[in-house]
């Protein structure tokens, strides 16, 4: 039987090299392969299981590489180890991604031993402490097995983690009573709970809300750092370090460098402070040499059994020598600055290592062309005849006749399109022309002359003509690249940040009371009755409490980002409730105004455009990337709008580089196909050009004429584009709002994609509702907009969301360090060496041209451009332009960059006094880069030996946790769709938004929506409860106040039964039995419940003595009814009607217990709901 592998093993000679390895016949030089050969080859050495280490040029390379094996050998672990970077200077924080990744290969290694290691060769050539090592400072947790705890701890933190209340991010734990959190940086946060030092359970659990997910019987910990280092070592390392210090200094004295000879006794006498106090992170990885505790390569936490590969060993030695010619450069410089201590080189190894560890493991090299191997003497080589394929640029008939030729000619035609949906669709698409295809997995049986389709993805095609086989990928059929097999991006988990993340000094509103400032939580004592309160500061200092049960009435003050603080109300004053119902009524106007222009909308007939056609799915099938979930849903939203007969209006949201370009491109396509013409509207001259660009560039091979009208049109171009649009001979038009000027007439309009209309004037959008009139509109916005503000507007407005990041994006890896002309100058270099582009982003207009010429002598090969918001706007447009069109390779600006263009060449953003900006800017900027398939970097810099303010403290203690993705990231997130509301219900409702916050602005919002589609509004009764029971989180069982807050916002919202079972589930998972006191909060919120289903708005125990009041028109309470929950409870009730007419039950409970308290009330309260279940319809 034949399947895929035999026509592989034969085309590539894998008989004889594999039986001359077996004679130890290495090392080996293997020479003709290129691309996707290369992985095919060394997959079938590795056939019967063997582990090997793949050393490639490039961390791109190794990318690759890792993802042709993972489809060749998918019953084995293949890991891809990432390169670390080597930091010539200090860093106060850094994103762990690629530490994770790395921390995950050398756990498996170390434990499994088994796996297939692919890297780039820089990602191997800093030396390791050994494998018993890593062993010894991983934790291995069984159930059943005693422990000792503080030892445990001890690990964890000498391992890398840090200790805090609530475990959110990886490489941290909590410890609260028996229970201990750990979330490790390559694998699930664990919960492993403790019957004194037994374990007693273990539980993985999710870190977004903190719930328990799965039980395991053992789990395996790893350190969260590469390099552990013991308090004994430290002083050992702090002895050596002042001895080399002591050295260094007296040279640079006697040279008269007193300066620098200062300089660096500042810099090591900081270094020692850090290490005395136990401070470990990556400053100290390059005195590691200085411990006793030796380092070893990479190698060796490979088996014996290891192949080693060396792909293109010439240029790995070149990459080897350039970075040690580097490193050595930059010590130099440190040392003669008084900035350097130990030369680092001792810790890396060379080229000769490489070769010297394939003396006693089998050895291959492989090269493209026919040269030699530095050092390499090889015992066998061989030349296989491999050749690459030509693309069909989505030329459907030349890959038909192609595939045709080559069947004909008896060979086995192989195609590889990513996933299951492309199969089915080419095998469709194939069958239409006339050619046979059959989808098949890898160790299916196969014939000659047959074409077979497989649901795996390859970077490159290529043909074995010795094993009659050609293998097509989709580089070949669609010119995209190849889907990488790893994580699906996930959407943002929808987290409620409001009260959870609420720190004394936030400002809130309270419903009643207006906007107030918290002061934190207080336990206060009422008549022997401890409760937790919050603590309200109004205007005057007046001071308000605000009960548990009343939390509902709270919400966390959010206006717009950059506004003033809001102004804080007077307790008991009239002003809030004026300003309530002004915006009340403001909102109304704006809700009559939104349903009444929907309604037109869908009076209004339109054109309804043909289903998909085969044009439209072969145009489909060319996009280069996998399409996100948000992606396929907003492209489904938009084809329904597009074949009603009523004008499509919807407004598509995501970020920059999310994809929104893409669903107007396929929208453009589909109204082409009915022969209408498209026009495409945007703000800027610049993303005029870009748009253009990309139109022409997906439309390649299509009859499809695009144009674009703008400045950079001339007037003579200009006149004859507008007569092409009258009379029907251009199909797209791309432009700013020249395109709304009287003289352009469509021949036949019949969509419009409308970029960021925010950032139209208000002459434009006027000229916008004439143009819209009954044709198809689309808008993107790069904004993004609030769910709670999408969900309110749900029927008025048609809006689709994509939140979800493209796949196969390297993560941003984020430096926080002081400024040093060093640290810019490697990080501009790096970028232009890999032939990237750089923003240097300088937030001060007046000094940017010193800044620009200070940079132009530190990286003198580089070319330098400024753009600002202060010039004119042609100038900035030409920047801009030469920017994207890689005139210059670094844009030094203010914050301009922060919205709009599309520029994935520019993957490296050094942000100067970053910690001047906000956290939301941060976010928004650093989302610039890391747009592309490539590795981006973002250096947040700090002015060195600034005295920082304390609210600078702060803004870089929150830096540090943005590189984290910690809270600061959802607050950060919070801020933007703040933004993003201000867009969608323009400058006149803002300042309404502002006086009352963002929560209610949109339940005002939604109720009105409501009320004039005639839906019933939900009214939910919030009953006071007053009972004189001890009920509140102990300090003991929840030491974490803002985690307390999040717990007391939460069960405040219960709404049912099921919740609040969940919510116990929760408390027990994170914290334990509860004690007493939270057990009564647990069943005054089940009194809550039944007391809101009974339309009770008051609880209120008086010694021995607890009245219910209900509200007005109860009508399952009948005087029959009454008596008969009077006889049926075991507790004396009796009955009056106040002087508001309602309903008043008066329960004796003979006793000041507050069990029993809590019991009778509940009794009584399920009694009546008895008689309500009977009663009511």
Same mark, same amino acid.
């Given at each position: 039987?034949?399947?895929?592998?035999?026509?592989?093993?034969?085309?590539?000679?894998?008989?004889?090299?594999?039986?001359? #390895?077996?004679?130890?016949?290495?090392?080996?030089?293997?020479?003709?392969?290129?691309?996707?050969?290369?992985?095919?080859?060394?997959?079938?050495?590795?056939?019967?299981?063997?582990?090997?280490?793949?050393?490639?040029?490039?961390?791109?390379?190794?990318?690759?590489?890792?993802?042709?094996?993972?489809?060749?050998?998918?019953?084995?672990? /293949?890991?891809?180890?990432?390169?670390?970077?080597?930091?010539?200077?200090?860093?106060?924080?850094?994103?762990?991604?690629?530490?994770?990744?790395?921390?995950?290969?050398? @756990?498996?290694?170390?434990?499994?031993?088994?796996?297939?290691?692919?890297?780039?060769? #820089?990602?191997?050539?800093?030396? #390791?402490?050994?494998?018993?090592?890593?062993?010894?400072?991983?934790?291995?947790?069984? /159930?059943?097995?005693?422990?000792?705890?503080?030892?445990?701890?001890?690990?964890?933190?000498?391992?890398?983690?840090?200790?805090?209340?609530?475990?959110?991010?990886?490489?941290?734990?909590?410890?609260?009573?028996?229970?201990?959190?750990?979330?490790?940086?390559?694998?699930?946060?664990?919960?492993?709970?403790?019957?004194? =030092?037994?374990?007693?359970? /273990?539980?993985?659990?999710?870190?977004?809300?903190?719930?328990?997910?799965?039980?395991?019987?053992?789990?395996?910990?790893?350190?969260?750092?590469?390099?552990?280092?013991?308090?004994?070592?430290?002083?050992?390392?702090?002895?050596?370090?002042?001895?080399?210090?002591?050295?260094?200094?007296?040279?640079?004295?006697?040279?008269?460098?007193?300066?620098?000879?200062?300089?660096?006794? @500042?810099?090591?006498?900081?270094?020692?402070?850090?290490?005395?106090?136990?401070?470990?992170?990556?400053?100290?990885?390059?005195?590691?040499?200085?411990?006793?505790?030796?380092?070893?390569?990479?190698?060796?936490?490979?088996?014996?059994?290891?192949?080693?590969?060396?792909?293109?060993?010439?240029?790995?030695?070149?990459?080897?020598?350039?970075?040690? @010619?580097?490193?050595?450069?930059?010590?130099?410089?440190?040392?003669?600055?008084?900035?350097?201590?130990?030369?680092?080189?001792?810790?890396?190894?060379?080229?000769?290592?490489?070769?010297?560890?394939?003396?006693?493991?089998?050895?291959?090299?492989?090269? *493209?062309?026919?040269?030699?191997?530095?050092?390499?003497?090889?015992?066998?080589?061989?030349?296989?005849?491999?050749?690459?394929?030509?693309?069909?640029?989505?030329? *459907?008939?030349?890959?038909?006749?192609?595939?045709?030729?080559?069947? +004909?000619?008896?060979?086995?035609?192989?195609?590889?399109?990513? =996933?299951? !949906?492309?199969?089915?669709?080419?095998?469709?698409?194939?069958?239409?022309?006339?050619?046979?295809?059959?989808?098949?997995?890898?160790?299916?049986?196969?014939?000659?002359? %047959?074409?077979?389709?497989?649901?795996?993805?390859? =970077?490159?095609?290529?043909?074995?003509?010795?094993?009659?086989?050609? /293998?097509?990928?989709?580089?070949?059929?669609?010119?995209?690249?190849?889907?990488?097999?790893?994580?699906?991006?996930?959407?943002?988990?929808?987290?409620?940040?409001?009260?959870?993340?609420?720190?004394?000094?936030?400002?809130?509103?309270?419903?009643?009371?207006?906007?107030?400032?918290?002061?934190?939580?207080?336990?206060?004592?009422?008549?022997?009755?401890?409760?937790?309160?919050?603590?309200?500061?109004?205007?005057?200092?007046?001071?308000?409490?605000?009960?548990?049960?009343?939390?509902?009435?709270?919400?966390?003050?959010?206006?717009?980002?950059?506004?003033?603080?809001?102004?804080?109300?007077?307790?008991?004053?009239?002003?809030?409730?004026?300003?309530?119902?002004?915006?009340?009524?403001?909102?109304?106007?704006?809700?009559?105004?939104?349903?009444?222009?929907?309604?037109?909308?869908?009076?209004?007939?339109?054109?309804?455009?043909?289903? +998909?056609?085969?044009?439209?799915?072969?145009?489909?099938?060319?996009?280069?990337?996998?399409?996100?979930?948000?992606?396929?849903?907003?492209?489904?939203?938009?084809?329904? =709008?597009?074949?009603?007969?009523?004008?499509?209006?919807?407004?598509?949201?995501?970020?920059?580089?999310?994809?929104?370009?893409?669903?107007?491109?396929?929208?453009?396509?589909?109204?082409?196909?009915?022969?209408?013409?498209?026009?495409?509207?945007?703000?800027?001259?610049?993303?005029?050009?870009?748009?253009?660009?990309?139109?022409?560039?997906?439309?390649?091979?299509?009859?499809?004429?695009?144009?674009?009208?703008?400045?950079?049109?001339?007037?003579?171009?200009?006149?004859?584009?507008?007569?092409?649009?009258?009379?029907?001979?251009?199909?797209?038009?791309?432009?700013?709002?020249?395109?709304?000027?009287?003289?352009?007439?469509?021949?036949?309009?019949?969509?419009?994609?409308?970029?960021?209309?925010?950032?139209?004037?208000?002459?434009?959008?006027?000229?916008?509702?004439?143009?819209?009139?009954?044709?198809?509109?689309?808008?993107?916005?790069?904004?993004?907009?609030?769910?709670?503000?999408?969900?309110?507007?749900?029927?008025?407005? !048609?809006?689709?969301?994509?939140?979800?990041?493209?796949?196969?994006?390297?993560?941003?890896?984020?430096?926080?360090?002081?400024?040093?002309?060093?640290?810019?100058?490697?990080?501009?270099?790096?970028?232009?060496?890999?032939?990237?582009?750089?923003?240097?982003?300088?937030?001060?207009?007046?000094?940017?041209?010193?800044?620009?010429?200070?940079?132009?002598?530190?990286?003198?090969?580089?070319?330098?451009?400024?753009?600002?918001?202060?010039?004119?706007?042609?100038?900035?447009?030409?920047?801009?332009?030469?920017?994207?069109?890689?005139?210059?390779?670094?844009?030094?600006?203010?914050?301009?960059?922060?919205?709009? #263009?599309?520029?994935?060449?520019?993957?490296?953003?050094?942000?100067?006094?970053?910690?001047?900006?906000?956290?939301?800017?941060?976010?928004?900027?650093?989302?610039?880069?890391?747009?592309?398939?490539?590795?981006?970097?973002?250096?947040?810099?700090?002015?060195?030996?600034?005295?920082?303010?304390?609210?600078?403290?702060?803004?870089?203690?929150?830096?540090?946790?943005?590189?984290?993705?910690?809270?600061?990231?959802?607050?950060?997130?919070?801020?933007?769709?703040?933004?993003?509301?201000? %867009?969608?219900?323009?400058?006149?409702?803002?300042?309404?938004?502002?006086?009352?916050?963002?929560?209610?602005?949109?339940?005002?919002?939604?109720?009105?929506?409501?009320?004039?589609?005639?839906?019933?509004?939900?009214?939910?009764?919030?009953?006071?409860?007053?009972?004189?029971?001890?009920?509140?989180?102990?300090?003991?069982?929840?030491?974490? %106040?803002?985690?307390?807050?999040?717990?007391?916002?939460?069960?405040?919202?219960?709404?049912?039964?099921?919740?609040?079972?969940?919510?116990?589930?929760?408390?027990?998972?994170?914290?334990?039995?509860?004690?007493?006191?939270?057990?009564?909060?647990?069943?005054?919120?089940?009194?809550?419940?039944?007391?809101?289903?009974?339309?009770?708005?008051?609880?209120?125990?008086?010694?021995?003595?607890?009245?219910?009041?209900?509200?007005?028109?109860? %009508?399952?309470?009948?005087?029959?009814?009454?008596?008969?929950?009077?006889?049926?409870?075991?507790?004396?009730?009796?009955?009056?009607?106040?002087?508001?007419?309602?309903?008043?039950?008066?329960?004796?409970?003979?006793?000041? +217990?507050?069990?029993?308290?809590?019991?009778?009330?509940?009794?009584?309260?399920?009694?009546?709901?008895?008689?309500?279940?009977?009663?009511?319809?």
């Amino acid at each position: 039987m034949n399947t895929i592998h035999s026509y592989l093993r034969r085309g590539l000679d894998i008989k004889e090299i594999n039986q001359s #390895l077996s004679h130890g016949e290495w090392p080996q030089m293997i020479y003709d392969l290129t691309g996707s050969q290369k992985a095919a080859f060394v997959a079938q050495l590795f056939q019967k299981s063997k582990p090997g280490l793949i050393l490639t040029y490039s961390e791109e390379q190794a990318q690759k590489w890792a993802n042709d094996l993972r489809t060749w050998c998918n019953d084995q672990t /293949i890991l891809h180890l990432p390169t670390t970077e080597w930091l010539p200077f200090e860093i106060l924080g850094k994103s762990r991604e690629t530490t994770a990744e790395r921390i995950r290969v050398l @756990n498996q290694l170390a434990h499994d031993r088994k796996c297939t290691v692919v890297a780039s060769v #820089l990602a191997v050539e800093r030396r #390791l402490f050994s494998v018993d090592r890593w062993k010894k400072f991983t934790l291995a947790f069984e /159930i059943g097995q005693k422990y000792n705890l503080s030892e445990v701890l001890s690990l964890l933190t000498t391992g890398g983690y840090e200790r805090i209340e609530t475990v959110e991010g990886q490489g941290q734990f909590a410890l609260r009573g028996g229970i201990l959190d750990i979330a490790p940086l390559d694998g699930e946060a664990v919960r492993i709970e403790f019957f004194d =030092d037994e374990v007693d359970s /273990i539980r993985t659990f999710d870190l977004g809300t903190q719930k328990s997910t799965s039980s395991q019987n053992k789990v395996l910990i790893s350190p969260a750092m590469e390099y552990i280092v013991t308090k004994e070592e430290l002083g050992e390392m702090r002895f050596a370090i002042r001895a080399e210090a002591r050295k260094t200094t007296g040279r640079l004295q006697r040279s008269g460098r007193k300066v620098a000879a200062e300089r660096l006794q @500042n810099k090591v006498d900081l270094l020692v402070e850090r290490l005395e106090q136990g401070i470990l992170d990556e400053n100290v990885y390059p005195f590691l040499s200085l411990v006793n505790t030796p380092l070893v390569p990479f190698f060796s936490y490979l088996t014996d059994d290891h192949f080693v590969v060396l792909d293109e060993p010439l240029r790995l030695k070149e990459q080897l020598e350039f970075q040690a @010619n580097e490193r050595l450069l930059e010590f130099t410089q440190q040392l003669e600055n008084g900035e350097g201590v130990v030369h680092p080189e001792s810790q890396f190894i060379v080229y000769e290592e490489l070769l010297k560890h394939g003396e006693h493991h089998p050895l291959i090299g492989l090269s *493209t062309l026919l040269r030699q191997a530095p050092g390499l003497s090889p015992k066998r080589i061989f030349n296989l005849n491999a050749r690459p394929l030509t693309g069909f640029m989505g030329k *459907t008939s030349k890959l038909v006749d192609e595939i045709v030729h080559r069947k +004909d000619a008896g060979n086995v035609v192989a195609l590889f399109v990513g =996933d299951e !949906d492309h199969v089915e669709r080419l095998i469709q698409g194939l069958k239409d022309r006339g050619v046979t295809a059959s989808r098949k997995e890898l160790l299916d049986p196969i014939e000659e002359g %047959n074409v077979y389709i497989y649901p795996f993805s390859l =970077d490159q095609g290529f043909e074995l003509p010795l094993g009659k086989l050609v /293998i097509l990928t989709e580089t070949e059929i669609y010119k995209r690249e190849s889907k990488a097999i790893g994580k699906k991006p996930s959407a943002p988990a929808q987290k409620n940040i409001f009260i959870a993340d609420l720190k004394p000094g936030d400002f809130v509103v309270h419903v009643h009371h207006g906007i107030g400032q918290f002061t934190g939580i207080e336990r206060l004592e009422v008549g022997g009755i401890a409760k937790d309160y919050f603590g309200i500061r109004y205007a005057g200092e007046d001071r308000l409490y605000v009960p548990l049960d009343q939390l509902h009435l709270l919400q966390k003050y959010l206006g717009s980002a950059g506004e003033t603080l809001p102004k804080l109300y007077k307790l008991g004053g009239s002003e809030w409730y004026k300003v309530k119902r002004k915006t009340r009524s403001a909102v109304k106007e704006m809700a009559i105004d939104l349903v009444k222009l929907y309604a037109q909308r869908e009076a209004v007939q339109g054109f309804a455009f043909s289903q +998909d056609n085969v044009w439209q799915t072969e145009f489909e099938e060319k996009f280069p990337y996998v399409e996100t979930p948000d992606q396929i849903q907003s492209i489904e939203d938009v084809k329904k =709008d597009m074949m009603r007969s009523r004008p499509m209006d919807r407004l598509l949201c995501g970020d920059v580089g999310y994809g929104k370009t893409e669903v107007a491109l396929r929208a453009a396509f589909k109204a082409v196909m009915d022969s209408k013409q498209v026009a495409v509207l945007v703000p800027t001259t610049i993303l005029a050009q870009q748009h253009f660009n990309t139109f022409k560039e997906r439309f390649i091979g299509y009859p499809i004429t695009i144009e674009m009208l703008s400045r950079f049109r001339s007037q003579k171009e200009q006149k004859e584009i507008i007569q092409g649009l009258k009379e029907g001979r251009i199909d797209v038009i791309v432009g700013t709002h020249r395109i709304l000027s009287e003289v352009v007439k469509f021949s036949d309009l019949g969509l419009l994609v409308i970029d960021e209309e925010q950032r139209f004037g208000v002459a434009h959008k006027e000229k916008l509702k004439t143009l819209k009139g009954n044709v198809d509109v689309l808008t993107l916005s790069a904004t993004p907009i609030p769910r709670t503000l999408h969900m309110s507007l749900v029927g008025v407005r !048609d809006m689709s969301v994509i939140e979800t990041p493209p796949e196969g994006r390297y993560p941003v890896q984020t430096y926080v360090t002081e400024f040093r002309a060093d640290v810019v100058r490697e990080a501009i270099r790096r970028e232009i060496q890999r032939g990237g582009q750089v923003f240097y982003v300088h937030n001060r207009v007046e000094d940017m041209d010193k800044v620009t010429n200070f940079l132009s002598q530190l990286v003198p090969e580089a070319r330098f451009g400024v753009a600002h918001g202060q010039m004119r706007e042609r100038e900035l447009e030409r920047v801009m332009l030469d920017f994207l069109e890689h005139e210059m390779d670094v844009l030094v600006s203010t914050t301009i960059i922060e919205t709009g #263009l599309d520029m994935p060449n520019a993957n490296t953003l050094i942000i100067d006094e970053a910690d001047r900006f906000g956290l939301s800017q941060l976010y928004q900027l650093r989302g610039r880069v890391g747009r592309s398939n490539r590795k981006a970097y973002t250096y947040l810099l700090y002015k060195p030996q600034k005295v920082l303010t304390e609210i600078a403290e702060k803004r870089l203690a929150a830096i540090r946790e943005f590189t984290e993705f910690g809270a600061g990231f959802k607050i950060a997130m919070r801020d933007l769709e703040i933004r993003g509301a201000g %867009n969608l219900i323009g400058a006149q409702q803002h300042g309404h938004l502002s006086a009352v916050g963002f929560e209610m602005y949109s339940q005002m919002l939604k109720e009105a929506v409501q009320e004039l589609r005639g839906e019933k509004l939900e009214e939910i009764v919030e009953p006071s409860i007053e009972l004189q029971v001890d009920a509140f989180l102990p300090d003991a069982y929840v030491a974490d %106040n803002q985690t307390k807050a999040s717990l007391y916002q939460r069960l405040a919202m219960v709404r049912n039964e099921d919740q609040l079972s969940e919510m116990v589930d929760e408390l027990l998972d994170r914290f334990g039995t509860p004690p007493r006191e939270v057990e009564h909060l647990i069943e005054i919120i089940r009194i809550k419940l039944l007391a809101s289903s009974l339309k009770i708005e008051q609880i209120q125990q008086a010694k021995q003595n607890v009245s219910l009041r209900f509200l007005a028109n109860i %009508n399952f309470l009948t005087g029959e009814h009454l008596m008969s929950a009077a006889s049926a409870s075991p507790y004396p009730l009796s009955f009056r009607t106040m002087q508001n007419g309602n309903l008043e039950c008066k329960v004796r409970i003979r006793t000041l +217990d507050q069990e029993v308290a809590i019991k009778a009330v509940h009794r009584v309260l399920s009694t009546f709901c008895d008689i309500a279940s009977r009663t009511t319809p």
